[in-house]
């Protein structure tokens, strides 16, 4: 079946620490990847995607991501953590079967991300 | 500010009580997609609606309804609510027919009791 996992629920890292929150994906294809944040209270907003070409993606806030076909995966990763990064992310795909004008993002559960001080 | 106005932010009714949710999506933008999100089933994608014509469906209960009005802002209808309804409720836009990017409204927090 066609699946995002996000394996880490909550991941809690100290301010400056390097992060990565991992994603795997189910898809008989490569679908289009993103990663989403959402801050409490507030909508989703989209820091990176990646549809084709370069497998490591540069963001918005100093986060990338490194798409992997050998492992289906397209984990996040950010050098330097900033305690304003404290949110929830959520990976994020769209069937790159999927007919045109139709853009259903599929999400990961989402992985909570804290941040110490 | 992602340019999709979501509203009201918050709402509270009753179980059995009908609601109605309002979007805005971003200028230009054609497609609107509405999502649930609770804390048991995660994000889960509702309906899509790109024109003013339904484009696809997700697991959306027979109790709720959508569509989108020729000014292109949408509404979705919950009605003969049940406790379990309550969630955060999102509706995004895009361009459609490009896969670039969807944008977010904040959300709308119902809360059924």
């Known amino acids: 079946a066609q699946s995002v996992t996000q394996p880490d629920i909550h991941i809690t890292v100290s301010e400056g620490a390097s992060l990565e929150l991992r994603c795997n994906y189910s898809?008989?294809?490569?679908?289009?990847l993103f990663w989403y944040v959402q801050s409490p209270g507030q909508g989703l907003q989209l820091l990176l995607k990646?549809?084709?070409?370069?497998?490591l993606v540069q963001g918005i806030k100093g986060f990338e991501a490194e798409f992997k076909r050998s492992q289906s995966s397209f984990n996040l990763r950010k050098p330097s953590v900033h305690w304003s990064d404290a949110a929830e992310y959520f990976c994020?795909?769209?069937?790159?079967?999927?007919?045109?004008?139709?853009?259903?993002?599929?999400f990961g559960k989402g992985t909570k991300l804290s941040v110490i001080p | 500010d992602s340019g999709v106005t979501q509203t009201p932010k918050h709402l509270i009714t009753a179980t059995g009580q009908r609601v109605t949710l309002r979007c805005s999506p971003r200028?230009?933008?054609?497609?609107v997609y509405w999502y649930q999100q609770s804390l048991d089933q995660g994000l889960q994608f509702l309906i899509q609606?790109?024109?003013?014509?339904?484009?696809a469906k997700g697991n959306i209960l027979e109790r709720f309804s959508a569509q989108q009005f020729p000014d292109l802002h949408s509404e979705l209808n919950l009605s003969s609510l049940e406790l379990g309804d309550s969630a955060l409720y999102f509706c995004?836009?895009?361009?459609?027919?490009?896969?670039?990017?969807?944008?977010f409204g904040q959300g709308t927090r119902l809360t059924v009791v």
């Open positions: 995004a836009s895009s361009v459609a027919d490009r896969f670039t990017e969807a944008f």
């Open positions: 898809y008989g294809a490569t679908p289009y």
């Open positions: 990646y549809f084709s070409g370069d497998t």
């Open positions: 994020a795909v769209v069937p790159r079967d999927s007919g045109a004008g139709s853009y259903q993002l599929t």
């Open positions: 200028s230009g933008d054609l497609s």
């Open positions: 609606y790109y024109n003013g014509e339904e484009r």
